[in-house]
T-cell receptor, first 112, second 112 residues
Framework: AQTVTQSQPEMSVQEAETVTLSCTYD???????LFWYKQPPSRQMILVIR??????QNATENRFSVNFQKAAKSFSLKISDSQLGDAAMYFC?????????FGQGTRLTINP | GAGVSQSPSNKVTEKGKDVELRCDPI?????LYWYRQSLGQGLEFLIY????????KSGLPSDRFSAERTGGSVSTLTIQRTQQEDSAVYLC??????????FGPGTRLTVT
């Protein structure tokens, strides 16, 4: 069975600084997707970024980028120029077919 | 509709009562998922519907939990004889052809 591990229950960063959230996963599959979702206090899960495993190039979305290391089964999220609105729970997820497996989440605090 | 909707937003019930939670997925999405999120925790998969296929109920924690999806659209999650440990946020998501899931705002269930 697939597992997703987020080893940092909580992280904090100064506004405008850069922070990296860690995620590792375990799978025997070679073709899959990886996602980072953000959950603010409103509870709405919002997709931040996604990566297809067959793509070697790391995905980027504005201030958000990933470091995808397939051999190491690692998928970290880097947030540049952190903003107060980035404060939320962040969940890493592994997906294949139509099922997702989520990590336990990292609570990110932004210090003004 | 623009996104996944869930009702009610919040539900307070007495221990032993039955509750029904509703999810209205994005129009045309064939897959629908229910997750449970206990306070400060990750997402726990409950059940998955795909088109007209038999649902994947492997995540339901007990026979007090059941779900239906009528006409391939709206879904209802029913919890019978609620217990205090059922208190959580119940999230619904839908998807079309990829593992990317679109989430609703959730229902916060409190069992007193």
């Amino acid at each position: 069975a697939q597992t997703v591990t987020q080893s940092q229950p909580e992280m904090s960063v100064q506004e405008a600084e850069t922070v990296t959230l860690s995620c590792t996963y375990d799978t025997s599959e070679s073709d899959y997707y990886l996602f980072w979702y953000k959950q603010p206090p409103s509870r709405q899960m919002i997709l931040v970024i996604r990566q297809e495993a067959y793509k070697q190039q790391n995905a980027t979305e504005n201030r958000f980028s990933v470091n995808f290391q397939k051999a190491a089964k690692s998928f970290s999220l880097k947030i540049s120029d952190s903003q107060l609105g980035d404060a939320a729970m962040y969940f890493c997820a592994w997906g294949r077919g139509q099922k997702l497996v989520f990590g336990q989440g990292t609570r990110l605090t932004i210090n003004p | 509709g623009a996104g996944v909707s869930q009702s009610p937003s919040n539900k307070v019930t007495e221990k032993g009562k039955d509750v029904e939670l509703r999810c209205d997925p994005i129009s045309g999405h064939t897959a629908l998922y229910w997750y449970r999120q206990s306070l400060g925790q990750g997402l726990e998969f409950l059940i998955y519907f795909q088109g007209n296929s038999a649902p994947d109920k492997s995540g339901l924690p007990s026979d007090r939990f059941s779900a239906e999806r009528t006409g391939g659209s709206v879904s209802t999650l029913t919890i019978q004889r609620t217990q205090q440990e059922d208190s959580a946020v119940y999230l619904c998501a839908s998807s079309l052809s990829t593992p990317r899931q679109y989430f609703g705002p959730g229902t916060r269930l409190t069992v007193t």
